[in-house]
């Protein structure tokens, strides 16, 4: 039995222009220690799927499928139930260190919060605990450093506070939503360093919620891409990124920078644009903005094919997509 399980899993959002689905029958599994990348652009669904799967989605989103932890289901239990979850089995690092501290309490004490409710610890061993977690995550002095505030630090040492919160209690899984967004390359470079270090040391699973591919590339075993809040391509990452199938991957990968292009050349884009959650297409949700596209690829959602060593794609154009790259035409 796989650590998570995730079947199906959808989230509706309830908008003054009716129902618009952000995810839309996402279905993967996790084992204990291992590392899976979520990746897309901005609005495919990464960040709601993270959310859905701790029980924090907005007052206006709903969820369905099914999401089990352990062989127990998590979707449609109760706020006191995802509590005794959060924090403790799962656990989550934000996108932005600026935003998630709490601003009117100091760090250790933030740090020790989920120590004090989760193990039960009194405030005395908590703040040690705290103290050696901040330790861990590299803040000097932590000793006299956990009685400052949030915005005492700088964004680095923020999100390795925020790392920091998210391990005290030793959870199974730990979310990582663009955990490197704010910092700078040096920085983000430890701080991912961090993480895959903690992970190998605690044998937990991460999801890595990332657009970045070259982050993704260096930090997970499989990879999930989204588009339209529907997986588009899946596969053992090094799979993904040496075969690439789907026209969505070709695009994502032929929009990057390289080195040793022409001074002041533009790059490739994928034309057009994302479509409005409301205005999705009923078949694949890349259909219109793809140069494969056919009167065939509106009509049903296409089914995964097995491209081999686990690697699967939604397209029925496969084939074409396939020669055409054979001939130098795409990414």
Not at 152 to 172: E, H, K, N, V, Y
Not at 204 to 221: E, F, P, T
Not at 223 to 242: K, R
């Given at each position: 039995?796989?650590?998570?399980?995730?079947?199906?899993?959808?989230?509706?959002?309830?908008?003054p222009?009716?129902?618009?689905?952000?995810?839309?029958?996402l279905?993967?599994?996790?084992e204990?220690g291992?590392t899976?990348?979520l990746?897309?652009?901005?609005?495919?669904?990464?960040?709601?799927?993270?959310?859905?799967?701790?029980?924090?989605?907005?007052?206006?989103a709903?969820?369905?499928?099914?999401?089990?932890?352990?062989?127990?289901?998590?979707?449609?239990q109760?706020?006191?139930?995802?509590?005794?979850v959060?924090?403790?089995?799962?656990?989550?690092?934000?996108q932005?260190?600026?935003?998630?501290?709490?601003?009117?309490?100091?760090?250790g004490?933030?740090?020790?919060?989920?120590?004090?409710?989760h193990?039960?610890?009194g405030?005395r061993?908590?703040?040690?605990?705290?103290?050696?977690?901040?330790?861990?995550?590299?803040?000097?002095d932590?000793?006299?450093?956990?009685?400052?505030?949030?915005?005492?630090?700088?964004?680095?040492?923020?999100?390795?506070?925020t790392?920091?919160?998210?391990?005290?209690?030793?959870?199974?899984l730990?979310?990582?939503?663009?955990?490197t967004?704010?910092?700078d390359?040096?920085?983000?470079?430890?701080?991912?360093?961090?993480?895959?270090?903690l992970?190998?040391?605690?044998?937990?699973?991460?999801?890595?919620i990332?657009?970045d591919l070259g982050?993704?590339?260096?930090?997970?075993?499989?990879?999930?891409?989204?588009?339209?809040g529907?997986?588009v391509?899946?596969?053992?990452v090094?799979?993904?990124?040496?075969?690439r199938?789907h026209?969505?991957?070709?695009?994502?990968?032929?929009?990057?920078?390289g080195?040793?292009?022409?001074r002041?050349?533009?790059?490739?884009?994928?034309p057009?644009?994302?479509?409005?959650?409301?205005?999705?297409?009923p078949g694949?949700?890349?259909?219109?903005?793809?140069?494969?596209?056919?009167?065939?690829?509106?009509?049903?959602?296409p089914?995964?094919?097995?491209?081999g060593?686990g690697?699967?794609?939604?397209?029925?154009?496969?084939?074409?997509?396939?020669?055409?790259?054979?001939?130098?035409?795409?990414?």
């Amino acid at each position: 039995m796989p650590l998570l399980d995730v079947a199906g899993l959808t989230v509706d959002l309830d908008t003054p222009r009716g129902t618009a689905r952000a995810v839309r029958g996402l279905s993967f599994a996790l084992e204990r220690g291992e590392t899976l990348g979520l990746v897309g652009e901005s609005g495919c669904g990464k960040s709601l799927t993270a959310l859905a799967l701790l029980g924090l989605l907005p007052d206006n989103a709903r969820a369905g499928g099914s999401v089990r932890l352990d062989g127990r289901e998590l979707l449609g239990q109760t706020e006191r139930d995802w509590c005794r979850v959060r924090g403790n089995r799962i656990a989550m690092v934000f996108q932005e260190p600026m935003t998630a501290l709490n601003p009117v309490h100091t760090v250790g004490r933030q740090v020790a919060e989920p120590l004090q409710l989760h193990r039960g610890l009194g405030a005395r061993q908590a703040r040690r605990e705290a103290i050696a977690l901040l330790e861990r995550v590299g803040i000097p002095d932590a000793a006299r450093r956990a009685d400052a505030w949030p915005h005492q630090f700088s964004g680095g040492q923020r999100q390795r506070i925020t790392i920091a919160m998210a391990l005290a209690c030793g959870p199974d899984l730990l979310v990582a939503d663009e955990p490197t967004t704010a910092l700078d390359v040096t920085v983000q470079q430890q701080i991912l360093a961090l993480v895959r270090e903690l992970v190998a040391e605690r044998g937990m699973a991460l999801l890595l919620i990332s657009h970045d591919l070259g982050v993704v590339a260096q930090n997970v075993q499989r990879l999930l891409v989204m588009y339209g809040g529907a997986v588009v391509e899946d596969g053992p990452v090094a799979t993904v990124y040496a075969h690439r199938a789907h026209p969505y991957t070709l695009g994502l990968f032929g929009a990057r920078p390289g080195l040793g292009g022409p001074r002041g050349g533009r790059l490739a884009t994928i034309p057009g644009s994302v479509p409005d959650l409301h205005e999705l297409p009923p078949g694949c949700p890349f259909a219109g903005r793809c140069a494969w596209t056919v009167d065939a690829c509106a009509v049903a959602t296409p089914p995964p094919v097995d491209l081999g060593a686990g690697h699967h794609a939604r397209c029925i154009r496969l084939d074409a997509v396939a020669a055409d790259r054979a001939r130098g035409g795409t990414p």
